[in-house]
């Protein structure tokens, strides 16, 4: 029996997502109650103070052997909500789900544009209640929201992506500004710009939300803290969506990824990405995009079309081993506020 306690979600400053209508429903309620012992499923609401996310237990007629009838059970559960007061339904009756399509282990959900006027915090929670109860179904690894048969985009306007296990944090009660530690392999251009360096960060950061390609890339990004080694990215490059699904790794880069910098080689900028992301153990391969194109060459020999793999040759030098504190970053760039320990999911 799988353990699920109470969720915190921890960052406010995502962006707006939806949820809520009815998905063709499975066989009704069967049962439901507060000892999470006693149930192998659990159907996720908001709290009575609608600030967090709670489990309640539901035992369904569907099985694992259903998936899509058991999908749909426990979404009707979240969109027809409860009759215990202490547990309130995610997402306002303006917001619907339109339909929902299975490919392989994904589960696309596509909703109405009202979905789109909810708070950043709002769209958080329910978001967070969604994907949790789902993917309790055995066959279901990734879940993709979409509205308006577009997919969601957070505040800082990137897609959102896939969504799986390790996005939203659950925890038996840990506070909101709890302190997360990563040791991330990063790989960088070396001062001639010929090979790769090594370099290694113990990142402490403060959104258990954050998947750690995510954060890959947005340490790959801000560039090294070795002086043997300099960014292979060009500056000013930034991260639309990273997702991972069936160990390959997309990474969606704004259009100043194009721009160029001949004195470093061209697989060394490429490979730079690709190394770090499969230090990863959930990433094999990695595609890279440029605003979700791929039909390009970047410079003149590495298609954009093609999924890369490490490549360990071209690893030349030894970095420094360093310690990170992404709060602090943030300060000083004037992401976050002083007092504020939370993603804003740029």
Known sequence: ???????????????????????????GRKAEGTDLEAYDYYVYYLNQDRVEI??????????????????SELMEQITSGTDQVEY??????????????????????????????????????????????????????????????????????AEVGFMNRDTFLMDSGEDINDIQVADLTLYFASQDGKALVRETQH????????SMEKLVMEQLLKGPKSENA???????TELISVSVMDGVCFVNLN???????????????????????????????VQISVNGETNMVYRQDMSLQETYSMNRDLV?????????DQQEEQKKEGIIDAGNLMDTGK
Do not use: W
Not at 257 to 285: A, C, G, H, M
């Open 230 to 236: 300099r960014n292979a990215i060009t500056d000013g």
């Open 88 to 157: 309130q339904k995610v997402f306002p009756e303006s917001v619907s789900l339109e339909r929902y399509e299975f490919t392989g282990d994904l589960l696309q959900l596509y909703f109405n544009g009202a979905y789109s006027e909810m708070s950043p915090e709002e769209e958080v929670l329910c978001r967070g209640a969604i994907v949790t109860t789902l993917l309790q179904v055995d066959r279901i690894n990734h879940i993709e929201f979409l509205v308006n048969g577009v997919p969601l985009r957070d505040a800082a306007g």
């Open 255 to 285: 259009d100043r990824f194009q721009i160029q910098d001949y004195s470093i080689d061209e697989p060394v900028v490429i490979y730079s990405i690709v190394n770090s992301l499969t230090e990863l153990p959930t990433v094999r391969k």
């Open 54 to 71: 709670v489990p309640l237990g539901y035992e369904p007629e569907a099985g694992q052997d259903d998936p899509k009838a058991l999908a």
């Open 316 to 324: 030349r030098e030894e970095g420094e081993e360093v310690e990170v």
């Open 1 to 27: 029996m799988r353990q699920r306690k109470k969720i915190r979600i921890c960052f406010l400053c995502l962006c707006l997502i939806f949820l809520a209508g009815i998905l063709p429903a499975g066989c």
């Open 203 to 210: 990142v402490y950061y403060y959104s258990s939300n954050i």
